[in-house]
């Protein structure tokens, strides 16, 4: 695995592992009229985050590179920023379109590294987040409106 391609790869683990925390915090402190469906639908989001996050790191130790492992780690070399408020349940939601959409773009992009250098089965593994997360952000934004 090229350097860029481990460089990228542990950036969507990075930002993997902080979203996995802004989702709990969104878990945790959701309310209003939508607590019930928003507190199920970010539990499932966080639950799918940590085999995504699992699967990367996995596949860079395949490959023989060091995945980051550490919440200091991710916070200096993620994309998203980790949660800072307890907004409104839609606020909640457009940040998480808004992480989703960012994280996204990475994977897209790793994908066309991996794919370059020939490594399909990690342009397999990023397509298959990348489709789950395009149908979460379909969902997400049918949800606002």
Same mark, same amino acid.
């Given at each position: 695995?090229? $350097? ?12 993997? $592992? @902080? ?10 402190? @959701?309310?209003?009229?939508?607590? =019930? ?11 799918? @985050? ?11 130790? $395949?490959? #023989?590179? *060091? ?16 949660? *800072?408020?307890? #907004? *409104? ?7 998480? @379109? $808004? +992480? ?15 794919? +370059? ?25 049918? =949800?606002? #409106?």
């Amino acid at each position: 695995m090229d $350097q860029q391609l481990k460089d990228k790869m542990n950036l969507i683990l990075a930002d993997l $592992q @902080v979203f996995y925390m802004k989702l709990h915090h969104f878990h945790w402190f @959701v309310k209003g009229p939508h607590f =019930f469906t928003l507190h199920e639908k970010f539990e499932e989001l966080y639950e799918e @985050v940590t085999g995504h996050s699992d699967d990367v790191a996995e596949r860079l130790l $395949q490959k #023989g590179e *060091t995945p980051i492992s550490t919440l200091k780690e991710s916070l200096e070399l993620a994309s998203i920023k980790e949660a *800072t408020s307890k #907004g *409104t349940d839609r606020e909640m939601v457009t940040e998480i @379109v $808004q +992480d989703l959409e960012s994280i996204n773009k990475n994977l897209l992009e790793t994908i066309e590294i991996a794919s +370059d250098s020939g490594d399909e089965v990690t342009v397999d593994l990023l397509l298959g987040i990348s489709s789950s997360f395009e149908k979460h952000i379909w969902m997400y934004k049918a =949800f606002l #409106g």
